[in-house]
């Protein structure tokens, strides 16, 4: 494979802190590669380094002469005065991206109500983002460097971007560095893993699921070594015999499969076990729903809704951006009131709540960390241990330095971790959580899943992190129109009942409701005999069925190519077939595009 970015010893620090030392690695043509670590550890300073933001302290970073590099960061560098449009695509002519399938599917997935000649600093947080993604994504890049992108994403744009991601390059093309803390999104779309942590880099073959397991045994292999040198220890040194660590045996281990985990895992780095605190007695109703509407003004977020929440329950809530999740959990939780119907809370219900944006966290922004432990109780009984609120934080992987340090000054992983802590040492029956994976690393995330795999109590949460929400919840709700709907089949039968309300709804409007259509505008040509409303009906019909045509035919080159790749060599009959299939689509795409292009002429279309 051709090295497309090398990098020899490279060494980089900021103040108080060494992100990266004596690091040799290169990144390959062909690689997808996932980046892993804990918050701090240096991640974004790694794609930050290979971007040519900065030079390191010292090493070296070569690039092969003509590769093209794009990067999204956590923050972006648009323009407030750019429009969409412009910020998207650039100086593109517009009949070349207006005609190309993947940089409409492109828009069309991640700019959906965006006005697409809008300014860029009139748009939501949310929004700006997905212009940076679709930026992006709109380029012809080597190599794709990529800071969590899937921030502001709902499962459905994340689900989309993997298997954009995923068919992007041809096999053993391009290259790939992504850095999020979904690990579904890891797993789907990544081949190697690199784990930044303590100055170094240690790279792994497969996904998530490959790099846990790996880990653990590296984890077991270093403990083995451990247990000897302990063992020869205790032979020649006698003081050590009475508290030295008892031998334990290496057990047989081998992975099998990517996707199996294995049991009896070590503990991960920063490991807690915040299990058992006291939670109160739950009666037999703790929430019930009846006939429940409400919303915004004339916006109904809610519709008739009736909902019965048991004791044990586990539910997680499913929905796109805007559904209305956040809203309901309010109205659930007596936050909000309905516009009609009732919410009956049980009399026992103690609400542990965990909002989104940590609202009760950044009302004491200007406390110090030591000063809200000090509010809680001395000791929490945890697991038939007295335990301080500084013990549990410390567990938490807040180190002693770090009490005294404002609540404002906490990164984004602190903060949501201590209002984690603060929720549970309420001592809640009934967990309301609101995305509650949001700046967690990956090690954290997996503490946060132990520890809601054990809680006694209700639970409820909305989260866009695939992964967190099939392992701590046992039934998903899906908010799709104001209405909630049982998914027995989780996920995917939700992403499934997205994919076919599309469907329905752009064979009822034509693409015509289309981002892009949207900001078009229809004029009659000066130069060319007006059309008749008639004609201009029949010409209107033919260029919404050629547009659904393209929109069904794009992905067939592609799948024929998979197909071809799959089948025997020796089997020349077949792939002649299928070269001629793969032709004659190609040929037909090309026909339909020129149609398309001729049509939207002829009315006008800009």
Not at 36 to 41: E, I, M
Not at 350 to 373: A, M, Y
Not at 575 to 596: C, G, K, N, R, V
């Amino acid at each position: 494979m051709a090295i497309l970015i090398g990098c020899e010893h490279l060494y980089h620090e900021w103040p108080g802190k060494q992100v990266l030392n004596d690091v040799t690695i290169g990144i390959d043509a062909g690689e997808r590669i996932g980046i892993v670590g804990r918050n701090g550890d240096g991640k974004s300073t790694l794609l930050d380094l290979l971007d040519g933001k900065f030079e390191p302290d010292a090493g070296t970073i070569i690039r092969r002469n003509g590769i093209t590099v794009g990067y999204l960061g956590q923050s972006d560098a648009l323009d407030d005065d750019d429009t969409v449009c412009h910020a998207v695509v650039g100086d593109m002519p517009e009949y070349e991206w207006a005609s190309d399938p993947q940089i409409r599917s492109i828009i069309d997935e991640l700019l959906v109500g965006v006005d697409w000649m809008g300014k860029i600093g009139s748009l939501s947080g949310g929004q700006r983002r997905r212009c940076d993604l679709a930026r992006l994504l709109v380029g012809s890049w080597d190599v794709m460097l990529m800071d969590e992108p899937t921030n502001h994403l709902d499962m459905h744009a994340i689900t989309w971007l993997a298997e954009h991601l995923k068919r992007r390059w041809p096999d053993g093309e391009g290259a790939l560095l992504v850095v999020t803390h979904d690990r579904w999104f890891l797993d789907e779309v990544c081949e190697h893993m690199w784990e930044v942590h303590d100055g170094t880099i240690d790279p792994f073959e497969g996904g998530y699921s490959a790099y846990i397991q790996q880990r653990v045994e590296r984890d077991r292999m270093a403990q083995a070594s451990e247990d000897r040198r302990q063992n020869i220890l205790r032979k020649e040194l006698n003081w050590l015999a009475h508290g030295a660590k008892a031998r334990s045996s290496k057990p047989k281990f081998r992975i099998k499969e990517a996707q199996a985990l294995i049991a009896n895992d070590p503990p991960l780095r920063n490991s807690i076990e915040l299990k058992r605190l006291a939670v109160s007695r739950l009666g037999k109703l703790v929430i019930e729903m009846k006939n429940v509407s409400c919303g915004y003004g004339d916006h109904t977020v809610i519709s008739d809704l009736s909902w019965l929440i048991g004791p044990g329950d586990r539910y997680g809530i499913l929905g796109e951006n805007g559904a209305g999740k956040s809203t309901l959990l309010k109205v659930m939780t007596g936050r909000m009131r309905p516009s009609h119907g009732y919410v009956k809370i049980g009399k026992s219900v103690r609400f542990g709540i965990l909002s989104q944006n940590l609202e009760e966290l950044h009302k004491k922004d200007d406390w110090r960390v030591e000063e809200l432990l000090a509010t809680y109780k001395k000791y929490y009984v945890v697991d038939g241990k007295p335990q301080s609120p500084e013990q549990l934080l410390e567990r938490l992987g807040f180190a002693r330095r770090e009490f005294p340090t404002f609540i404002k000054d906490l990164s984004g992983g602190q903060m949501r971790r201590l209002a984690i802590m603060c929720v549970l040492l309420d001592e809640p029956n009934v967990l309301v959580l609101d995305e509650p994976g949001n700046d967690l690393d990956t090690d954290m995330l997996a503490v946060l899943e132990d520890l809601l795999d054990t809680w006694p109590g209700t639970l409820l949460m909305v989260s866009h992190d695939r992964y967190l929400m099939e392992r701590v919840t046992d039934d998903q709700f899906a908010l799709i129109d104001g209405k909630l709907r049982h998914v027995p089949g989780g996920v995917d039968e939700y992403l499934h009942l997205l994919d076919a309300g599309q469907q329905n709804r752009n064979e009822a409007k034509g693409p015509s409701a289309s981002t892009m259509d949207k900001a078009a505008t229809v004029q009659e040509s000066p130069s060319e005999p007006a059309l008749s409303n008639a004609e201009r009906r029949e010409l209107r019909k033919r260029f919404d069925s050629v547009a659904r045509k393209l929109q069904k035919r794009q992905d067939e080159p592609e799948r024929i190519k998979k197909e071809m790749a799959a089948a025997d060599p020796s089997d020349y009959e077949k792939l002649m077939s299928l070269q001629e299939e793969l032709a004659q689509t190609e040929q037909e795409i090309s026909d339909l595009e020129d149609e398309w292009l001729e049509l939207s002429d002829t009315l006008g279309i800009e």
